[in-house]
């Protein structure tokens, strides 16, 4: 098993990359497998359709994912945002079912408004959503304040032991023939009504 992990902040090895390495850990500890994919400016200096391709090919391998994003401005990282937007529009498929998690770290507020926006990619391609005993968010203006942040990396490491238990759950139902549902066409409803 794999966990594809998206570092969406704009520094390579800051506090997102801290929390992302503390939930790597405890994967590792599981028997699972993780890679961190840094995204950083590429998804607004032009190379966003290569990024993509690059991230789909990497989730069509990887049976979870989990984005992490620091907070600016109360909102996840205009970088992660531009990202998934175009992931999930072109390589959404290859992550219906899969179970996804955000992460979210901020030097002080902001973060469940962050988590809010990330979660929400998931939810609308159906994908279960993996919970910790708290909001999964760090705090800290550096990674060694983030490292000091107990409860932070507590909830870090309990997300990646309840993302290794539904993994193990999901690979069991696959075993005794549980399918995934199938949900069909959707009907598309508009609020405006065009006139004829």
């Avoid at 789909?56 to 979870?64: C, I, L, N, R, T």
């Avoid at 620091?70 to 079912?97: C, I, M, N, T």
Wanted: neutral net charge; glycine residues 8%; contains cysteine.
């Amino acid at each position: 098993m794999k966990v594809l992990m998206i570092n969406g902040s704009r520094r390579e090895k800051g506090c997102t990359y801290t929390a992302l390495t503390e939930i790597g850990k405890v994967l590792s500890e599981e028997k699972i497998d993780s890679e961190i994919l840094y995204i950083g400016k590429r998804a607004v200096n032009g190379e966003i359709d290569e990024l993509v391709r690059e991230a789909a090919e990497k989730a069509m391998e990887a049976d979870a994912l989990i984005v992490g994003s620091p907070v600016y401005y109360a909102s996840p990282s205009g970088e992660v945002l531009s990202f998934l937007d175009r992931f999930f529009q072109l390589g959404g498929a290859v992550l219906k079912h899969k179970p996804g998690a955000a992460v979210t770290s901020a030097r002080r507020a902001g973060t469940t408004a962050s988590l809010d926006v990330l979660n929400k990619y998931f939810l609308i391609n159906e994908m279960p959503l993996v919970s910790s005993c708290y909001w999964p968010m760090v705090h800290g203006n550096s990674p060694e304040e983030v490292r000091k942040d107990e409860e932070g990396i507590f909830v870090m490491r309990t997300l990646a032991r309840n993302l290794s238990w539904l993994l193990r759950l999901i690979e069991l139902g696959r075993k005794e023939g549980v399918t995934a549902p199938e949900s069909g066409p959707k009907p598309k409803t508009n609020f405006i009504r065009s006139e004829p």
